[in-house]
């Protein structure tokens, strides 16, 4: 399988989203639904109701064998050997210099059976990182990125609408955590995890049952079919990173305030090990840009590269922006200095096309929701 034909691929749910009308968009080498119809409607039907995703183009890889655990906490930066059986771990794969490839959620499925999630763009570098470390482990990976359609259900209402096509106990699910089901009768591994801030799920089932799982999931009442656009609107207001924008090879986990997924206290060496030890004593001694939220005092939205301002100097880089259809106004998620990171720290502004536009700092997330 490969992603980097000229011909982009299509999910088994591609003839669905044409169907509804919607606007599609190379995203990673896939065919993905950028919207159906107004972005800001999909965004509040999910902080509201629910929202429906097509998820299929993440990168599904599959460790299995003995040495299943202690492959893994070699090649990532986590404890996985301490997940129990049907819970999901949020964690990164580095390089040996600790620059970030992916961050990853690695489910274990069983206790020699791990599923490890990752970003669709990064896919095949974690396959292939993955690949090169197991050699000496009793552990295989697979590449499963064709056995699984992934399809999302996020937002207050996901509960109760999920609820009423499984006799799975999604009570007792608890958030990063995973249980076999079915859904609607479709064989599912029913995940309680999501990208969007709300409560929700994430359903893993083979390709050829995806079309009657969404079907069987849209006729619910008040869901709404969702798009890449406003996945990426949501992700912001509750203050998740995206890799290639918040994370890249050129940062470590603790030049991007997540240290806290490095455990050096796991049996065994890891990749990035020595590197990430460095970076977190530097990291102590010369605090790096700290990752904040800004608020618009205005109507101007922020772009990706765009610079942050205070005092005629350049202090930091804005990594995502956008307008918040939940706060009203533009915001965005910046690196900066450390000396301008404190919530309402004054003189503020991003540089908007040679126009310094006044921002407000704030603590990230923008928006959480109650619980």
Not at 251 to 279: C, H, I, N, Q, S
Not at 307 to 333: D, K, N
Request: glycine share 12%; aromatic share 6%.
């Amino acid at each position: 399988m490969t992603s980097s034909s000229a011909t982009p691929r299509r999910t088994a749910l591609d003839a669905v989203h044409r169907s509804l009308g919607a606007t599609m968009t190379d995203f990673a080498g896939w065919d993905m639904p950028l919207r159906y119809g107004s972005e800001r409607e999909e965004h509040t039907a999910v902080r509201t109701r629910a929202g429906l995703f097509d998820l299929s183009h993440m990168g599904e890889i599959t460790v299995t064998g003995p040495q299943a655990a202690a492959l893994l906490n070699f090649a990532l930066v986590g404890d996985l050997a301490a997940v129990k059986v049907g819970r999901a771990r949020y964690t990164m794969i580095c390089r040996a210099d600790g620059g970030i490839l992916d961050d990853l959620i690695v489910y274990r499925l069983a206790e020699t059976e791990f599923m490890v999630v990752a970003n669709a763009s990064n896919a095949q570098v974690v396959l292939d990182a993955l690949t090169e470390r197991a050699a000496g482990f009793d552990a295989l990976v697979r590449d499963d990125r064709d056995a699984y359609a992934l399809i999302a259900v996020q937002g207050p209402e996901a509960a109760g609408i999920v609820g009423a096509l499984t006799d799975a106990d999604l009570v007792g699910l608890k958030y990063y955590a995973g249980l076999p089901g079915t859904v609607a009768g479709v064989p599912a591994l029913i995940a309680r995890t999501g990208y969007t801030g709300e409560d929700g799920f994430e359903l893993f089932v083979a390709p050829s049952d995806a079309v009657a799982l969404w079907e069987a999931l849209a006729a619910s009442t008040g869901v709404v079919p969702c798009g890449l656009s406003c996945r990426d609107t949501l992700r912001l207001e509750a203050g998740m990173p995206l890799y290639g924008h918040e994370l890249s090879t050129s940062l470590t986990p603790f030049d991007a305030g997540l240290g806290r997924v490095v455990k050096f206290g796991k049996d065994g060496d890891f990749v990035g090990r020595e590197a990430l030890a460095e970076a977190a004593a530097l990291a102590e001694r010369e605090p790096p840009r700290v990752l904040v939220g800004l608020i618009a005092a205005g109507k101007r939205v922020p772009r990706a590269g765009y610079g942050v301002v205070a005092g005629g100097a350049v202090i930091g880089e804005v990594t995502s922006g956008a307008p918040s259809p939940t706060l009203g106004r533009p915001i965005a998620m910046a690196y900066v200095d450390a000396a301008h990171a404190a919530p309402g720290t004054a003189g503020v502004g991003v540089d908007i096309r040679g126009s310094h536009e006044a921002y407000e700092v704030v603590a990230l997330p923008f928006y959480q929701r109650e619980k």
